[in-house]
Each structure stands twice: as C-alpha cells, then as structure tokens.
C-alpha cells in the first residue's frame, strides 16, 4: 500500500499547451536552487510561471501532466 497524498482530478488531466509559440522551460536560480516550471513565449521570450519544482517527483509530475519527454533549464 501506498501512502502519499491524493491526486485530485486536476492533477490527473492531461494539460496542453501551444507548442508553436511556447517552449516548456526550468527556470533554476544560481543563487538559492529554486526551480519553476512553466513555458516561454518564443516570439517575446517572456516567461509564464506554472508551478514551483521542489524536487524530483514534482518535475516528474509537471513533464507527465503536459506530456513532456524533454525540458530545458534556464539559469
């Protein structure tokens, strides 16, 4: 048996998002380690935050919710 929290519904969905115009991005500080994930506008290379990666399993979770094999790190 597994303990750990419950996934809601929202978790569980699979989320898209415009891969023509967006890029799925890691934001990592130098300073302090912090991790965001989220998706950079290719044409004004603004940043849009999704959600704050605190370790390994919450990146994995990001990827599988979007589909993701692959994401690049910015620093």
Do not use: W
Not at 13 to 34: M, W
């Amino acid at each position: 048996m597994k303990f750990g929290r419950k996934k809601t519904k929202q978790e569980t969905e699979r989320k898209t998002f415009d891969a023509q115009h967006y890029r799925p991005v890691l934001r990592c500080s130098i300073c302090n380690g912090e991790q965001v994930a989220g998706f950079k506008d290719l044409e004004t290379g603004r940043f849009e935050e999704v959600t704050l990666i605190r370790g390994e399993r919450e990146l994995r979770e990001f990827m599988e919710q979007y589909g993701l094999e692959h994401i690049d790190k910015e620093y």
